[in-house]
C-alpha cells in the first residue's frame, strides 16, 4: 500500500525544523481511519432486519478459510444473508464513499477551489441525465460485454465537466473560482432539466429512474462492486499519484508552470481521473451528496491542508462515513429505508455552510 | 554558459503590442536591471524568458533556445520570483521552499534526501532555518520575499529571475533582500535580471542598466550611462537630481518642482 503515502521517518541529515515542516501522512490517523472504517463495516454487517451476531458474522467471515472453516459450523441461511446481501452492501457503501470523498479533495485541488465537489461541476447531474438515458432508452443492455448504464453515468459526466470547464474558461477564466461554480451550476441546472423531462415523459421508468437518483446502496450479491471497482481503483490510484502535484498547484498557474509542472495536463489527468470514478460510483448509488465535500474538509480542519495527507485520509474516512451513513438510512425508519443521500445531506449541508463561512468566502 | 539572449522580441497581449523588435543580452554572471516607467514592459519581458507569455523572435539561455525546452529543463535553468508569489494559506515554509525541487522530481516523483538537503541549506542560508515548520501567512514581508528567493534558489537554476524585489518592503529590507541576491551572485555565479522600479536600488546593484519605454528598448549600458538626469526627465518626466556612488553606482533622487527649477539654472 505504498500508494497510501510513505509513513516517513526523519531523514538523516536534515534539521529537524525542516521536517515538521514537510507534509506527512500521520501514521496515528491513518491507523485511526482505518479501525474507524473497520468498525463502521463490522457495525454495517450486523444491523438488518434479521439479528445476527458477531461471532456468527465472525465464523461466516472465517469460513471459506480452508484452515479455519471446518471449526465451527454456520447457520446456511444467516450466511447467505451475509454473504449476498449485507458484506456486499457495505463494501459497496465503502468504496462509493471512498471514490466520492476522494474525488472531492481531487476536484478542490485541481480547481483551487475549497467549494468545488463532484456534485457542484455538474459531474453527478451528467452522470443521472447519462444513466436516465440509459434506463430508460437502452434498459439492461450492455456494450462489448459492460452494462451501459455506467459507461452512460461516465459520458454524461464526463461532458458535464467538459461543459463546465469550456464555459468557466471562456466566461472569467479558470483562475475565477466564481466563473467556474456558475458554470457548474449552469450546466448541472441544463442537465437536470433534460433529465427531467425525460424522466417525466418516460414514466413506465420512473420509479427505477427515482430509485436510483435519490442514492441507495440496495445491491444483491457483488454485481454492483465489480461494475465499480475498476473505475475506482483506477481513478483512485491515479489521484494518489497526484498528491505531490496537486499541493503544487496551489500556488497558482504561473508559478507552478515556471517550475516545469504543466498545470493543465495534471489539471485534466486528476479530473479525467476523478469523474471517471465518480460517474461510476453515482451510476450504481445514485447522487448522494456532500461526501466529497464533508470528509475533505473535515481532514483539513482536524489534520492538514497537503493533499498528501487529504487524500488518503478522506479515502479512508470517506468510506466509513457513507458506511455509517448507510446503516443510519436503514436504522432510522426502519423496516423502511431512508435514501442515503438525505442522510448525507442533512450533514452534509450545515456543514457546508460552516465552511463557505470559514473561508470567508475568499476563494470566490 | 548562463547567458541569456533576446533577438527580435516581440510580445503582444491579442492586438496590443507590448513589447517590440527587443535585443538583449546578458552575460554569465551579470546582473541587469530591467528599468522604466509603468507599463513599459519589463515584466512582461520576465515572464517571455520564462516561457510564461507568447512571444515571436527568438530567447536562449545557454545558448539553447527556450522555446526547444521541455518545461522541466527549462526550470533547471531559469527560476522566477514573481513581484506577488501566490502563498497558499496554512502551506509551510519547507513546503514551499521544497516545492523548488520539482524540476529535478519525474511526474509522479518524490522528494529524496538529496532535495531535503538542499532545501535545509537554502533555508540556513536565508536566515528561515528556524521558521521552517512557519506557516507562509504567518510570516512578514520581509520574510515572504525570502521565502519566495529561496523556493526560487531550490531550482537551482543559473538564471534568476527577480521582478520588483523590493516593492513592499522597508528600505532595511529592501537592502537585505539586494544584499543577499548580489551575495548569491557572487557565490553561485547567477545571472541576474531583475525589474526595478526603485533607479537607485537599480544604479547601485546592477552591472548594466536597460532602459524600456512603452516595450522599446531606448538605451542599455552601465548605470552610469544610463541613469542620466536628461534620460530620467525625457523618460519618466521627472525631475531628478543623480549622484555619483561608488564608481560606477549611481543614485536617483526627485526633487521637487521649485528645486528642480532652481537646480536648472545652477547646472552649467
Known sequence: MQILGRLSRPAQGAPVALLQGLPRLPWWWAAAGGLVLLASMVLGVLVGPVHISLGTVLQVLVAPIPWFGGLASVDPGQASILWSLRIPRVVLGAIVGAMLATAGAAYQGAFRNPLADPYLLGAAAGANLGATLAITFAPGSSLIGVNVVPLAGFVGAAAAVAGAYALGQTVTGLRNTTGLILAGVAIAAFFNAIQTYIQQSQTNNIRQVYSWILGRLVTAGWEGVLLVLPYVVIGVAVILLHRRLLDALSIGDDEVTSLGISARRVRLIVVIAATLGTAAVVAIAGTIAFVGIIVPHTVRLLVGRSYRVVIPLSLLFGAAFLVLADTAARMVAAPAEVPIGVITAIVGAPFFIIVMRSTRAAAL | ???????????????????????????????????????????????????????????????????????????????????????????????????????????????????????????????????????????????????????????????????????????????????????????????????MHDLTLAGQYADRVALLVAGKLVAAGTPAEVLTEPAIADHYRAQVRVLQMNGSGRAVIPIRGHDAAQAKNRLP
Open chain 2, 1 to 195: 554558459m548562463n547567458d541569456v539572449v533576446l533577438r527580435g522580441v516581440r510580445i503582444a497581449y491579442e492586438s496590443e503590442v507590448v513589447v517590440s523588435e527587443l535585443d538583449l543580452g546578458i552575460s554569465s554572471g551579470e546582473w541587469l536591471a530591467l528599468i522604466g516607467p509603468n507599463g513599459a514592459g519589463k515584466t512582461t519581458i520576465l515572464r517571455a524568458i520564462a516561457r510564461l507569455v507568447a512571444y515571436q523572435g527568438e530567447i536562449q539561455v545557454g545558448g539553447q533556445a527556450v522555446a526547444e525546452m521541455s518545461g522541466r529543463e527549462l526550470a533547471r535553468r531559469v527560476a522566477m520570483v514573481m513581484q506577488e508569489p501566490h502563498m497558499p494559506e496554512g502551506m509551510s515554509v519547507s513546503q514551499y521552499v521544497m516545492l523548488g525541487r520539482s524540476p529535478h522530481l519525474a511526474y509522479f516523483g518524490k522528494e529524496g534526501h538529496r532535495d531535503q538537503r538542499v532545501v535545509a541549506d537554502i533555508l540556513e542560508r536565508l536566515s528561515l532555518g528556524r521558521m521552517a515548520a512557519r506557516a507562509l501567512d504567518h510570516l512578514s514581508g520581509g520574510e515572504r520575499q525570502r521565502a519566495a528567493i529561496a523556493r526560487a534558489l531550490a531550482q537551482q537554476a543559473p538564471v534568476l529571475l527577480v521582478d520588483e524585489p523590493t516593492s513592499s518592503l522597508d528600505v532595511g529590507r529592501q537592502q537585505d533582500v539586494l544584499e543577499l541576491i548580489d551575495s548569491l551572485r557572487a557565490e553561485q555565479g547567477l545571472t541576474v535580471i531583475a525589474a
